[in-house]
């Protein structure tokens, strides 16, 4: 794996629990596979934290830009190695790493992208990906988040699915307030027998909190999706 040192441009504030931190590529080639992540830590730092890609390699290549969606401590800082960073904050990006990815060709006829929170970072990636490649294979996506003001980069997957390039379901989990007209809940049965049209003919791809990870493996396998046609990443035990 190579190490490229390169400094943050800048630190957007995408929902109340999650900044977009950009890196400056435009001096160093860094290839690598939608969904794939990277270590990354300051100059100062001996230890290195893995933070999924968000971008796809073409968006990366054609900005000279890397994203990394990087959720926010209860005290305002971002996690991990991170903490202290600022825009003009030099960082190492060791990577990439991971085999949370797309396959070379895609067997099935839908891709069914379900995203918990931050777990939307590696899917738009390979969300991106297949649609600038035009793949024929039908695109859905099943976005869970705790509040209304949690999905991140809802904008543009919104302007997908109003063009028909993508079917998207969103679902909260912790919110009561009466704006919110859509589903509610966590990512349960009848929240994949909505977005779910032909089971054996589906490929499946999870990111998000472990308990979403694992109930969601439960279910598709229950609904008729072959095991080998499920791909997850998790992490920790928060519940989205």
Not at 31 to 41: D, E, L, R, S, W
Not at 151 to 175: C, M, P, S, Y
Request: hydrophobic share 40%; aromatic share 4%; with cysteine.
């Amino acid at each position: 794996m190579s190490v490229v040192t390169v400094p943050i441009i800048d630190i957007e504030a995408v929902t109340p629990r999650s900044r977009l931190l950009t890196l400056d590529l435009k001096e160093h080639a860094l290839a690598f596979k939608p969904g794939q992540a990277v270590m990354v830590g300051t100059r100062d730092q001996s230890e290195r934290r893995p933070y999924s890609i968000a971008c796809s390699p073409e968006q990366a290549e054609e900005t000279g830009r890397l994203e990394l969606l990087i959720a926010v401590e209860p005290d305002g800082g971002l996690s991990g190695t991170l903490e202290a960073a600022r825009p003009g904050t030099v960082v190492e990006v060791e990577g990439p790493i991971g085999t949370f990815t797309l396959p070379a060709a895609v067997p099935a006829g839908w891709v069914l992208f379900v995203a918990g929170g931050t777990g939307i970072a590696p899917l738009r990636s390979m969300l991106d990906h297949l649609l600038r490649r035009r793949a024929a294979q039908r695109l859905s996506l099943l976005y869970s988040a705790r509040r209304r003001d949690e999905f991140a980069f809802i904008d543009d997957l919104r302007a997908h699915a109003d063009a028909g390039r993508v079917e998207l379901h969103q679902t909260v989990t912790r919110d009561d307030s009466m704006s919110w007209t859509g589903r509610r809940g966590r990512i349960g049965r009848d929240h994949f027998e909505a977005v779910l049209h032909e089971a054996d003919a589906t490929i499946c791809f999870v990111c998000g909190p472990a308990s979403l990870v694992h109930e969601s493996i439960a279910t598709l396998k229950a609904l008729g999706v072959p095991e080998d046609q499920i791909k997850t990443e998790s992490w920790g035990s928060e519940k989205v």
